[in-house]
């Protein structure tokens, strides 16, 4: 959790129970602000980012599991909200393409790499007769 | 293999090239979050009208009796919503479409004030002093504008319909609908 994360939640907000509020605290922290996009709805000012935590907490406290929570938003909101997308086919490209890029890199800095690779070249005949007589030479 | 290694920085330029087209085109906004209740029903909720007014409120078993109707998200304290007024309910006229309004988190008497001062051309208005209704319609803010097709959500604006760009892109939104029914 972030250290600066308490400020947004205001004393009224909070939940009597522990439990059902550090829920509500952790699914906020995971929901964006649809106003200020790169921010949970756990740390906005916003009023909507302040009616979507009192909603959550509704919703908890109903009785709703953190999964029914995150599907009520989403059903509205779309998987945007969602600071971790879930994996479904239309996020499927957001989720492995890293991996497929890195796989690709990889397979071309292999390939590349063994190509560069030369073999050690052996000596021609006459190298090797050259190579004899300096040995001669230089043998006391 | 040599001709397929050497095309391969040809492939990138034309990749990055795309990327590079798509994400500098004008019209595209990266803030702009994607309705998620397109094709979908509008919401259920029956929304009573400002107090002080007597329209029937914002109510989906009316708005869907119309082909094509418009709803309108506004505030009083929304400085672009003013700005919108006039020119959207000039735009509902000229295109004969019926407007529906949805005050978000308003005060009675500050939004009766502001009907007043500029104008009250909703058919009919709910009243979401709460901003509950807000988010079933999944806002972000306001204003923003919806066009429904007998009931179903076909298209969310965002922002004023103020302006050439943006009275362009709703106008054309509003075409292509027309065009499909």
Redesign the interface.
């Known amino acids: 959790m972030m250290a600066g994360a308490a400020f947004a939640v205001e004393p009224d907000e909070i939940l009597d129970d522990p439990v059902l509020e550090q829920r509500a605290r952790d699914i906020s922290a995971n929901v964006r602000c649809?106003?200020c996009?790169n921010e949970p709805i756990d740390t906005s000012n916003a009023?909507?980012a302040r009616?979507?935590r009192i909603?959550i907490r509704e919703r908890l406290v109903a009785g709703d599991t953190n999964a029914e929570v995150y599907d009520f938003l989403?059903?509205?909101?779309?998987a945007?909200v969602l600071f971790k997308p879930p994996v479904n086919t239309t996020t499927l490209a957001l989720w492995i393409g890293p991996f497929v890029i890195l796989g690709i890199a990889a397979v071309a800095t292999f390939l590349g790499l063994r190509r560069t690779k030369t073999k050690p070249e052996t000596l021609s005949a006459e190298e090797e007769a050259a190579l004899a007589a300096l040995r001669k030479a230089s043998d006391p | 293999m040599k001709r397929i290694l050497a095309a391969i920085p040809l492939v990138l330029v034309i990749i990055l090239g795309g990327f590079l087209l798509w994400g500098l085109n004008e019209d595209r906004d990266p803030?702009e979050?994607?309705?998620?209740?397109i094709g979908r029903e509008m919401p259920e909720l029956v929304l009573k009208t400002i107090p002080g007014l007597s329209d029937g409120g914002l109510d989906p078993g009316v708005v869907s009796t119309h082909e094509i109707a418009l709803v309108n998200v506004f505030a009083s304290w929304c400085v672009p919503c003013r700005a919108e007024h006039g020119p959207l309910s000039q735009l509902a006229v000229d295109e004969d479409l019926p407007l529906y309004g949805l005050n978000y988190?308003d005060q009675a008497d500050a939004a009766f004030e502001w009907l007043e001062e500029l104008g009250n051309s909703y058919q009919g208005i709910g009243f979401d002093e709460?901003?509950?209704a807000?988010?079933?319609?999944?806002?972000?803010?306001v204003p923003e504008t919806f066009i429904l097709q007998n009931g179903v959500i076909v298209h969310r604006h965002l922002g004023p319909i103020v302006g050439e760009t943006a009275t362009r892109q709703f106008m054309d939104a509003l075409n292509a609908v027309r065009g499909a029914s």
């Open positions: 649809v106003v996009q009023g909507i009616d979507l909603l989403v059903d509205r909101y779309g945007y | 803030n979050i994607p309705s998620a209740l988190r709460t901003g509950r807000g988010i079933e319609w999944g806002i972000s803010g």
